[in-house]
């Protein structure tokens, strides 16, 4: 497969089912971001998090690939994977059992620690920008609503994620100072 096709060098992209869209539309903006927290989340796998969080990292972002697919299909398709209840409910069990192991926060906290814990923080806040572009999205073309519900999920499986990864690496969650 080659890797360029010279079919986006005029600000255009095709989506599945070959329609063209400009690669600032919002479908593109949406699918687009999804791929860059998918990317945040390698690099904090590339910070070695321990094996655990590491096989549940390496799910989410097998689970991004299928977010990005059905954002750029937005045309019914028995070929594309869609986003299901199942990927929102794993998100929910890991959550869970991350959590049995923290403590309950009374403060806010910054986003830092471990470098793991940081890039989880970064993919958090990246998850929540395309989430916010799927909700802009969803206002003028038709979204899968489990996406949305994916999506706000996942960024709560970032953030217990990053606290857990402190946790288990001994490391104390940074406080906010309130001035």
Same mark, same amino acid.
């Given at each position: ?25 919002l ?43 059905? &954002?750029? !299909? ?6 594309i ?7 929102? +409910?794993? &998100? ?12 309950p926060?009374?403060?806010?906290i ?9 890039? &989880? ?16 999205? +969803? ?8 996406? &949305? ?5 996942? !960024? ?24």
């Amino acid at each position: 497969m080659k890797i360029y096709t010279r079919t986006g060098d005029n600000g255009e992209t095709g989506l599945f089912g070959g329609q063209r869209v400009r690669k600032d539309d919002l479908r593109v903006q949406a699918y687009g971001t999804a791929d860059e927290c998918n990317a945040a989340i390698g690099v904090a796998r590339a910070a070695g998090p321990d094996p655990a969080l590491d096989a549940a990292l390496a799910v989410v972002q097998n689970q991004l690939f299928v977010v990005g697919a059905d &954002l750029a !299909s937005p045309e019914e398709s028995p070929y594309i994977p869609r986003v299901t209840a199942e990927m929102t +409910a794993f &998100l929910e069990a890991q959550i869970d059992a991350m959590e049995s192991e923290l403590a309950p926060l009374k403060q806010f906290i910054l986003p830092g620690g471990t470098a793991v814990a940081a890039y &989880l923080h970064l993919a958090r806040t990246i998850c929540r920008r395309a989430e916010r572009v799927v909700v802009t999205l +969803a206002a003028e073309e038709p979204v899968a609503a489990e996406i &949305l519900t994916y999506l706000n999920r996942l !960024s709560d499986f970032l953030f217990v994620a990053a606290r857990v990864a402190n946790a288990r690496a001994g490391v104390v969650d940074v406080p906010w100072q309130k001035p």
